[in-house]
């Protein structure tokens, strides 16, 4: 609705420009500037040589510089293989190499095109099969309902590197989760049904750590205690949730294991108070958000600072308070 609102605008103001162009125009917002990775394709635009001053010596003085963002549509080619057989004179038999491993044996696209697949359908949203179509007539032709298999086939292969992410995210000093509703196809059901996808992710930049930002998602068709408990398997660090995954992870890990520590949301615990607060029922929830508020405060200032600094910080926010 608010796209086809944005269109509408869009065409009326082109209307407009287009009966009035030499109308004031408003200066335009400053845009952030573009990733620094992309490709950067130069023209330069010379203006036309005054008949007045054509022989004179020219001044660059400055330049205007504008950014616009471009696309490469993507180049598909065919990969042939060939597998020559070759026999020997005075002997028996026929020599050829074997065939190559394929994700999927006798498939049309190479593991390049699955890749591209999956990641237009987990990353950018885009039906697995919808996108084979878009990319390949021939693949509409000759893959009729199959982007299910293929998408599990391609889960199979990249298990590992599953396995090991969530392995990695465990063996932090502290641990985020959280989990989601999930709408699953149920064939044969005509409706669907709802799963649940939880999330583990490790970020030690705003502590002063230098590892990378990492999140793994694990799928389950319940929200039960025990799906947790595998997740969290011989986790020792902090596991920071939100109310209800902590209760959960509270059963889970009650005998199971107690080196693990958990830690709740205070996004969660505020929001509270703050509902207290802005109906006035309690000065004490006033006063606690007010509290807050400054806590906060502080931690914008040291995020990212080693933990002696933050608690350096922190001491001394207190100290002056007190």
Sequence with gaps: ?????????????????????????????????????????????????PEDCEGLDRLLIGEDVSERLDVTPAKFRVIVTRRPKYAYRNHDGVFQAPAPAHIIESGIPTERLLAQVAVS????????????????????????????????????????????????????ERVFAGETSLP?????RGKV?????????????????????MVAYRFEDSRGS????????????ILQVDGYAYTKLAKASA???????????????????????????????????????????????????YPMARMAARQDAYFRRS
């Design 226 to 237: 025990e799906c947790v408990a595998r997740h969290v398997a011989g986790f020792t660090g």
């Design 121 to 172: 359908k987990f990353a950018r949203g885009a039906a697995a099969l919808s996108t084979g179509n878009h990319l390949c007539p021939r693949w509409r032709r000759t893959q009729p309902r199959a982007d299910g298999p293929m998408d599990g086939k391609i889960g199979f292969e990249l298990r590992p590197l599953a396995d090991y992410l969530l392995e990695r995210i465990r063996q932090a």
């Design 184 to 188: 699953t196809l149920a064939p044969g």
């Design 193 to 213: 049904r709802k799963a649940w996808l939880w999330a583990y992710a490790r970020d030690d930049q705003p502590f002063g750590g230098t590892a990378p930002p």
């Design 255 to 305: 005998g199971t294991n107690d080196a693990m520590t958990l830690a709740g949301c205070w996004a969660h615990l505020r929001r509270r108070f703050y509902e207290l607060h802005i109906s006035g029922a309690s000065r004490l929830a006033s006063q606690t958000v007010t509290t807050m508020a400054g806590l906060w405060k502080v931690e914008d200032e040291i995020r990212g600072h």
């Design 1 to 49: 609705m608010f796209e086809e609102a944005e269109s509408g605008v869009g065409d009326a103001v082109a209307d407009l420009e287009a009966v009035a162009p030499d109308r004031a125009k408003r200066a335009p917002r400053p845009r952030k500037g573009f990733a620094a990775h992309l490709e950067r394709v130069e023209q330069i635009i010379e203006p036309e040589v």
